[in-house]
């Protein structure tokens, strides 16, 4: 078993991740691994455990039983330290952006760069720039969170994340709080990392991201993956799939924008 | 009226000594209780129970016990009996200051529960500690918020340091007294006692209302209509 990250070996691997809240049983179980570049799609109903799922694989949630191995290491849960080394490496985007809103565009990126890698602020600024131009947002280094729009906050969050260059990027549904017309742009910079060849695993209801972007889809329901394969299979009209049918509903509602 | 001006403007040096140990009461008072209510706030949020069993039994004991009490009990009872000497004015801060402290930490512990929970989770997803997620996330706004509820405490406590006067404190209220007493002047003198009380509470308000607005986050609140 060779520990350098040999090409066979998962970036990020969980086994048997289980969670309770209050006695209810919210994941059972459930095993993913994300090999490099790889993009995985998380999708299912609400309540079926993708947010748990997501926020354990980085431990902002500690699983109660499982284990979670970064680039073959396995992490000791209850040591803080290989928590804070862990969620450096893997990045979270939130549903509802999370942007500090004390701190403007830019230091909202230079925090974390001088506060855990303990960068220059020259340095952190100089960084947080170039990540705010590869999202588009120069030119809107000074405003505050509450000065921009929900694309806006978004692109800023993902910017932030990737200026600890993660190596992997969880997505907790980072289109659902946006207004329609604002999804776009936010879907064109996750395809840009896909295209660079970020390792991401995406909970989303986005049909158009779902069949174009995903290496495989994860239908999650009551705690349990129970479909997982490459969106050919799982998505080919009439095959009587869980997946196929969640997203024909997905099409209808987003009003034919794609078919699966 | 001649008399009575007179009575006031002989005096008003020595009370205007009076209202700067007033002034340096207080703005001990409030930096011993800032201090002690920002660690005890953080302390009640995320610390181990048995921190929180200690700060919550504190709280209650300043906030259930009347200032003049705690006066008496500080400076005729407990600091005699562990031999500290020390002046009246700094033992009036310190009855001051923690008293503050333990409604300070009510109003920091308020303000760290009303930001939404998305603040520090989004500061731990990036890899910060704890600590460095309270000082560097958490702490700043809820600071911020903090500033009106703080103001009311100032001026709270700038009207209760003139209890200090029974411990014979030499402040605004124990001049005036003095003067008085031996003047039979006792409307001027209160009311010169009064407005220096009302000059410290106005400054301090203003300060305080102008430090609100300097550190305002833009577009995160209201720009109030002046």
């Known amino acids: 078993m060779n520990n350098a990250a040999a090409p066979t070996v998962p970036i990020l691997q969980a086994?048997?991740?289980?969670?309770?809240?209050?006695?209810?049983?919210?994941?059972?179980?459930?095993?993913?691994?994300?090999?490099?570049?790889e993009i995985k799609i998380l999708i299912g109903p609400s309540g079926g455990g993708k947010s748990t799922l997501l926020q354990c694989l980085n431990c902002l949630v500690l699983p109660d039983e499982g284990s979670i191995s970064l680039s073959g290491q396995v992490i000791d849960l209850h040591d803080k330290k290989n928590l804070y080394q862990l969620r450096q490496q893997v990045g979270m985007i939130f549903q509802d952006f999370n942007l500090f809103d004390h701190l403007n565009a830019l230091d909202n990126i230079t925090i974390a760069l001088r506060k855990v890698r303990k960068i220059s602020r020259s340095q952190a600024q100089e960084r947080a720039m170039l990540e705010l131009e590869q999202v588009g947002l120069g030119n809107k280094a000074e405003l505050y969170p509450a000065q921009l729009s929900g694309g806006q906050k978004q692109r800023v969050a993902i910017a932030r994340a990737l200026a600890m260059d993660p190596q992997v990027l969880l997505l907790d549904e980072p289109t659902s709080a946006l207004d329609p017309e604002l999804i776009g742009e936010v879907i064109a910079v996750i395809r840009t990392l896909a295209g660079k060849g970020m390792t991401m695993l995406m909970a989303t209801h986005q049909i158009s991201l779902i069949s174009n972007l995903a290496d495989e889809i994860l239908f999650m329901e009551a705690g349990v993956i129970v479909e997982q394969g490459e969106p050919a299979q799982l998505l080919c009209p009439g095959c009587g799939s869980k997946s196929v049918g969640f997203c024909e509903r997905l099409s209808e509602i987003a009003d034919g924008d794609g078919t699966c | 009226m001649q008399a009575q001006l007179n009575a006031v403007l002989d005096a008003f040096p020595y009370l205007l000594f009076g209202a700067i140990n007033t002034g340096l009461i207080v703005i001990a008072a409030m930096f011993i209780g800032l201090f002690i209510g920002v660690l005890a706030a953080v302390g009640l949020v995320y610390g181990p129970r048995w921190l929180k069993w200690a700060l919550t039994a504190y709280l209650w004991f300043f906030r259930g016990v009347p200032i003049l009490a705690l006066l008496f009990l500080f400076y005729f009872g407990l600091f005699p009996h562990l031999n500290i000497q020390i002046p009246a004015l700094a033992a009036v801060a310190a009855v001051l200051g923690l008293t503050t402290g333990a409604y300070q930490a009510n109003i920091f512990r308020g303000a760290i529960m009303s930001l939404p929970q998305g603040q520090f989770r989004a500061a731990s997803a990036l890899g910060m500690s704890e600590a460095a997620a309270i000082r560097s996330i958490i702490l700043p706004q809820a600071l911020r918020i903090s500033i009106p509820?703080?103001?009311?405490?100032?001026?709270?406590?700038?009207?209760?340091?003139?209890?200090?006067?029974?411990?014979?404190?030499?402040?605004?209220?124990?001049?005036?007294?003095?003067?008085?007493?031996?003047?039979?002047?006792?409307l001027p003198l209160y009311l010169a006692a009064g407005l220096l009380y009302f000059f410290l509470t106005w400054a301090g308000v203003t300060a305080l209302r102008k430090l609100e607005h300097k550190v305002r986050i833009p577009g995160y609140t209201e720009e109030e209509k002046s």
């Open chain 1, 15 to 37: 086994e048997n991740l289980s969670k309770s809240f209050s006695g209810q049983r919210i994941l059972k179980g459930v095993s993913v691994g994300l090999g490099r570049g």
């Open chain 2, 149 to 186: 509820a703080w103001s009311n405490e100032y001026s709270i406590i700038l009207k209760d340091s003139a209890l200090a006067f029974v411990i014979g404190a030499p402040e605004i209220m124990a001049r005036a007294q003095f003067v008085a007493s031996r003047t039979y002047q006792h």
